[in-house]
């Protein structure tokens, strides 16, 4: 069965630190799906991004990188100098592809991340 | 940029009430999906539906859940006879072949 963890629970930083999110899964199939969304106050669940098992390059885009390494089954998300907009809650999901690529989405319980002024 | 669409955004119930909920996908997309998000809790799927028919479902999703894609735009969810366990945020998906889920703003659902 599919599962994916995120220790982390809350995390309070100051604008301009960098912090990291941490996303641990399993999985039995050898070709799965990973993905990061944003939850802000208004409660919207926005996409941030999808990788597939195959791809381990990591990825950057502005602020955003993420570190993915099938050895620790862990799929990272780090936001480089933070900003008060970042203040949300973030959820890191895994999809199996063993009935296709567009199966459910497993939610980790999500990490509160407080950015303050 | 073309996004998911939920209506009501927010529904107030009394227990045993039949609710729908309804979404509006992206209109190329042909997979489409139902979550819910107990306040406080982590997401969970309920259904995924495909070619008019119910992909994969969860054990949430038992008899008193149903969900219909009445025309070419709408998917809706139906709950025949509400608790006041289904009290929750509710979100509809879509997404493309192979594609990522975008999903919609929600709609939260308050059984008294």
């Known amino acids: 069965a599919q599962k994916v963890t995120q220790a982390q629970t809350e995390i309070s930083v100051v604008e301009k630190e960098d912090v990291t999110l941490d996303c641990v899964y399993e999985?039995?199939?050898?070709?799965?799906?990973l993905f990061w969304y944003k939850q802000p106050p208004s409660g919207e669940l926005v996409f941030l991004i999808r990788?597939?098992?195959?791809?381990?390059q990591n990825e950057i885009s502005g602020r955003y990188s993420w570190n993915f390494q099938k050895s620790t089954s862990s799929f990272n998300f780090t936001i480089t100098a933070s900003q008060v907009v970042d203040s949300a809650v973030y959820f890191c999901a895994l999809s199996e592809a063993n009935t296709g690529a567009n199966s459910k989405l497993t939610f980790g319980k999500g990490i509160t991340l407080s950015v303050r002024p | 940029e073309p996004e998911v669409t939920q209506t009501p955004s927010h529904q107030v119930t009394q227990m045993g009430q039949e609710v729908i909920l309804r979404c509006v996908p992206i209109s190329n997309h042909l997979y489409f999906y139902w979550y819910r998000q107990i306040l406080g809790q982590k997401v969970e799927f309920l259904v995924s539906?495909?070619?008019?028919?119910?992909?994969?479902k969860s054990e949430i999703f038992d008899d008193q859940f149903s969900v219909e894609r009445p025309d070419g735009s709408n998917f809706t969810l139906k709950i025949r006879s509400t608790k006041l366990e289904d009290s929750a945020m509710y979100f509809c998906?879509?997404?493309?072949?192979?594609?990522?889920?975008?999903f919609g703003p929600g709609t939260r659902l308050l059984v008294l």
């Open positions: 998906a879509s997404s493309d072949q192979g594609g990522a889920q975008y």
């Open positions: 539906f495909y070619n008019n028919e119910i992909s994969e």
């Open positions: 999985t039995r199939d050898t070709t799965y799906y």
């Open positions: 990788r597939n098992s195959f791809d381990e």
